[in-house]
């Protein structure tokens, strides 16, 4: 049995680790720090909740350390990419861990949060900057942070990335940055353009690999139920009134759409949360900590934030909407069995969701056991709905147009449609008209999550 001893890691590291839950090298972690702690750039992908935060981390700040004096003004030492919020928060509550009792300084920064306050905590310089790239830029357009030195460059959860329409922000970093570096990527999943971005990024990349990409973790139970989108309310009451006491995390499609069905199951007695790219930065860690200490039952959250989400007791996983990226299913049901438990996933399917069950059981390479309901039949799929018609109907209401959602069904309102469109984008997805071609392949990423402006 390999150690992290054995791994050849600082004895500075070694004892901040002993203080942790981590004794033995995950697969992942240890595959991957031998090349790290060798300098080799490197590809490494493992499904979410394998360790690869500590794959990346230990090996990082293993070489930080033999430095040996501070960085200058302004400066970075090694730089940390990652999609969304709860993520770059989670890295960092991480690091500090495996810091402690060291001079190795971290620092975090993210959209939604002062931009001031993060400028002054860059300019003495950090030797582990942990960001979002919007941010990032914002900083480096303001000269409040210079790449110029910066010989380590890590890109976690890169799929996710490259979905959120982040490679446009990471061509620019990149410009930042001394070609003379390693750099690291990780994904959970290898769609084809990540492995353009590692051909653009990476210098003859080791890569390592500890599970099929899009296998979900052995220990989900997983099913299908197939229901109306009108039934979809009430049917998720009935599970989650089956297992009183544990927590569950439920997704939605769309930031309204998810808030909404939280202040629905909220006026049916449960203890909710939510979180999605309109709640502020201080709203969104209330509401994980809230969820994290047991103080809520349930979480309703979109994609965007579902990276960061690492809680351990999370029990079951709903998928109130189904995915419109197969890719996502993984991530969404690997938020629980997490630490070697068990877990538990329902999706529900309705008519017009076929073709997203489809494409994920497609990637799964085997179909989703029914728990519930009948496959839909070809004629009820074609007559479904298409995205954007029916847009006044409300999760919960039975598939009644117009009325607000609340315990107590209204009276309706008819003409009077929600706007909101689908997947909560104010115009759809895909590659703007006169964006070039980056580096290394050709991209269609999707516009973040109901943003208009820069992500991050």
């Known amino acids: 049995m390999t150690t992290f001893a054995e791994l050849g890691l600082s004895p500075k590291i070694l004892k901040a680790l002993e203080k942790t839950t981590l004794k033995t090298p995950t697969p992942i972690q240890a595959q991957a720090i031998p090349h790290i702690m060798q300098g080799r750039d490197l590809m490494g992908l493992a499904q979410t909740g394998t360790g690869k935060t500590a ?15 501070p960085p200058g003004p302004k400066n970075v030492r090694a730089l940390i990419l990652a999609p969304t919020r709860e993520l770059i928060g989670q890295i960092k509550d991480n690091f500090e861990v495996f810091t402690k009792g ?21 300019s003495k310089g950090t030797d582990v900057l942990v960001a979002t790239p919007g941010r990032l830029i914002d900083l480096l357009e303001r000269g409040d942070v210079s790449l110029e030195k910066c010989g380590y460059l890590v890109l976690d959860e890169a799929d996710h990335m490259l979905d959120m329409g982040f490679i446009h922000s990471l061509r620019k970093i990149a410009k930042h940055i001394p070609l003379k570096r390693q750099t690291l990527l990780f994904s959970a999943t290898m769609p084809k353009d ?11 990349p080791v890569k390592v690999q500890v599970a099929p990409p899009g296998k979900p973790v ?23 009134k089956k297992h009183p006491g544990e927590q569950a995390l439920v997704f939605g499609r769309t930031k309204h759409g998810s808030e909404k069905l939280a202040k629905l199951l909220a006026a049916w007695g449960f203890k909710v949360g939510s979180i999605h790219g309109n709640k502020s930065q201080n ?10 200490g047991g103080e809520l039952e349930v979480l309703v959250a979109t994609d965007v934030a579902a990276r960061g989400i ?67 039949a070809a004629d009820v799929v074609a ?25 107590k069904p209204q ?36 516009r973040p999550e109901g943003q208009n402006r820069r992500p991050g």
Not at 102 to 122: H, P
Not at 283 to 292: A, G, H, P, S, Y
Request: proline letters at 9%; one cysteine or more.
């Open 194 to 204: 990540i492995g353009e971005i590692a051909d653009t990024y990476l210098r003859d």
């Open 283 to 292: 709203q969104r860690d209330r509401t994980l900590t809230e969820f994290r």
């Open 102 to 122: 060291t001079a190795v300084k971290v620092t975090m920064v993210v959209g939604g949060a002062s931009l001031f306050k993060q400028a002054q905590a860059l």
């Open 55 to 69: 794959a990346f981390g230990l090996p990082l700040l293993h070489r930080l350390l033999d430095i040996g004096h």
């Open 383 to 407: 007559a479904a709905p298409k995205p954007g018609q029916n847009r006044g109907q409300r999760p919960g209401n039975g598939g009644r147009q117009g009325q607000k959602l609340t315990a």
């Open 310 to 376: 690492d809680i351990p007791t999370v029990r079951h996983v709903y998928n109130y909407d189904m995915p419109n990226v197969p890719e996502n299913y993984v991530h969404r049901i690997g938020r629980t069995a997490r630490a070697g438990a068990d877990g538990s996933s329902i999706s529900f399917c309705a008519p017009a969701e076929m073709s997203e069950l489809q494409a994920i059981e497609k990637l799964l390479k085997a179909p989703l056991p029914v728990v519930g309901g009948a496959p839909w």
């Open 411 to 446: 009276g309706a309102r008819p003409g009077k449609p929600s706007g909101q469109r689908p997947g909560g984008q104010g115009k759809p997805g895909g590659q703007r008209q006169g964006q070039g071609k980056p580096q290394g392949g050709s991209f269609a990423p999707r």
């Open 218 to 240: 052995e220990r989900i139970s997983q099913g299908v139920h197939y229901l109306p989108t009108g039934d979809k309310a009430k049917v998720l009451e009935e599970y989650l």
